[in-house]
């Protein structure tokens, strides 16, 4: 149950929701390319990122200074997997989504990631 409950919880928020779709079609990104693409602080996204961890929904790897995130194999969770297989079919139909999405081009991992600013959407 505690489980399942990781996961869900980890969904239950639309940012965090907006990541993983990110995720997906960019197969990998830093906090310093999400922040300016959702808005929020860069501490408020790495908490999202620490949940969504948690949940088995994405992994990371470091990369010099960097901490690269992708979306999780789902091995450790058949609950992160299932839901990481529907999101994909999911949400193609969100505003916000489709413009953060055209705005991942934009954003450059730069040497120096305290360079970015919010994007406007």
């Given at each position: 149950m505690k489980e399942f409950i990781r996961v869900m919880k980890a969904l239950s928020d639309p940012n965090r929701v907006r990541i993983l779709k990110l995720l997906q079609h960019q197969q990998e990104l830093c906090v310093c390319e999400l922040h300016p693409l959702i808005g929020l602080a860069q501490s408020t996204v790495s908490?999202?990122?620490?949940?969504?961890?948690?949940a088995d929904l994405v992994h990371y790897y470091k990369q010099g200074s960097w901490i690269i995130y992708q979306l999780s194999?789902?091995?450790?969770?058949?609950?992160?997997?299932?839901?990481?297989?529907?999101?994909?079919?999911?949400?193609?139909?969100?505003?916000?989504?489709?413009?953060?999405?055209?705005?991942?081009?934009?954003?450059?991992?730069?040497?120096?990631?305290?360079?970015?600013?919010?994007?406007?959407?």
């Open positions: 908490k999202h990122m620490k949940l969504l961890e948690e194999d789902g091995e450790e969770s058949v609950y992160a997997k299932t839901m990481l297989a529907n999101l994909t079919d999911w949400l193609s139909d969100d505003p916000v989504l489709e413009k953060m999405l055209e705005t991942v081009p934009k954003v450059i991992r730069e040497p120096n990631c305290s360079q970015y600013t919010r994007l406007p959407l």
